[in-house]
């Protein structure tokens, strides 16, 4: 158990719908990133947020969006869902934003657009 | 060009044996870092191990050691003593640009079967 939590487990609905994937980092760490797993595409950062302030943005559509509130616990927001958009969703955590910092990832989101 | 490359898919090992899972990679920064991750069929991504473009010896964690050839740029990971449960895909992933980027880049996986 990395201690990054990540709910829902999984997430089925359907095209054109909007879905929150939430995550809650280690305790102490400060930093969140999410990625996207799909089989076509492999593994694609999306966004980091350090601190409650966007550090970093990835391969993120515009139909995407992300924040991290004071209490550290971040979410993503997925909306006008499209069948390309199933895919596992991971949220990871580090303590602060170095290079050298150990990403500890989630259990992931598995979402499934019908 | 990829900037991390696993050229094997997929591996079949017998049981306690070692095995050497291949990652090149391509960055021209001097300051990087190279990861290991673990995916079991289950589907959580597990740190292994971290290696830092500076660290002049190669990393280790138990079973994982990490065989760090700069000049050629690879960081091929190494499972000694293989078990039924080292089953999984496992992804090299690097960062580059250590003060300011902090993306991880991931290769395609190998996924490794262990057999009894």
């Known amino acids: 158990d990395s201690g990054v939590t990540q709910t829902p487990k999984h997430l089925i609905t359907a095209t054109g719908q909007r879905v929150t994937l939430r995550c809650s980092p280690r305790?102490?760490?400060?930093?969140v990133y999410w990625y996207q797993q799909s089989l076509d595409q492999g593994l694609q950062f999306l966004i980091q947020y350090y601190n409650g302030e966007e550090r970093a943005k990835g391969n993120i559509l515009e139909r995407f969006s992300a924040q991290q509130f004071p209490d550290l616990h971040s979410e993503l927001n997925l909306s006008s869902l499209e069948l390309g958009d199933s895919a596992l969703y991971f949220c990871a955590s580090s303590t602060r934003a170095r290079g050298s910092d150990t990403q500890y990832f989630g259990p992931g989101t598995r979402l499934t657009v019908l | 060009a990829q900037k991390i490359t696993q050229t094997q898919p997929g591996m079949f090992v017998q049981e306690k044996e070692a095995v050497t899972l291949d990652c090149t990679y391509d960055?021209?920064?001097?300051?990087?870092?190279l990861f290991w991750y673990k995916q079991p069929s289950s589907g959580e991504m597990i740190f292994l191990i971290y290696q830092g473009s500076y660290d002049e010896q190669n990393a280790t964690e138990g079973r994982y050691s990490l065989n760090f050839q700069k000049a050629r740029k690879s960081a091929n990971l190494v499972i000694s003593a293989s078990q039924l449960g080292d089953s999984a895909m496992y992804f090299c992933a690097m960062r580059e640009g250590m003060d300011s980027n902090y993306q991880l880049i991931w290769g395609a996986g190998t996924k490794l079967i262990i057999k009894p």
């Open positions: 305790s102490g760490d400060l930093s």
């Open positions: 960055t021209s920064d001097q300051s990087y870092g």
